[in-house]
């Protein structure tokens, strides 16, 4: 069993930025894969992006390529979601997820964190 638990959400102006990070519970393994999700009021939860542990591949929405950047630090267990040059229509609720590294990056997570709330204002 993986926990995980997100951190740094919070209030921001469009156009600032914000780094939010998950802390995974347990010593990772290289095959597997952490994403990050978001879900806005009224609207489905949604794929935000994704990186292996291991290797560095990435995958993003593409509304927000050029502005989030995922990374991990094995190290420290813990991944990131670096959000520059932010849009009100990215406030939402954002989490984190963990599975095997196989399949659609997209979906069918595993483990999941308990959500940290970020608001961008107009």
């Known amino acids: 069993q993986v926990q995980l638990v997100e951190s740094g959400g919070g209030l921001v102006q469009a156009g600032g930025s914000l780094r939010l990070s998950c802390v995974a519970s347990?010593?990772?393994?290289?095959?597997?894969?952490m994403g990050w999700f978001r879900q806005a009021p009224g609207k489905e939860r949604e794929f935000v992006g994704a990186?292996?542990?291991?290797?560095?591949?990435?995958n993003y929405l593409d509304s927000v390529k050029g502005r989030f950047t995922i990374s991990a630090d094995t190290i420290k267990n813990t991944v990131y979601l670096q959000m520059n040059s932010l849009k009100p229509e990215d406030t939402a609720v954002y989490y984190c997820?963990?599975?095997?590294?196989?399949?659609?990056?997209?979906?069918?997570?595993?483990?999941w964190g308990q959500g940290t709330q970020v608001t961008v204002s107009s």
């Open positions: 997820a963990g599975k095997k590294a196989v399949g659609d990056w997209t979906r069918d997570y595993d483990y």
């Open positions: 347990r010593r990772t393994i290289s095959n597997y894969l």
């Open positions: 990186v292996t542990w291991s290797g560095g591949a990435r």
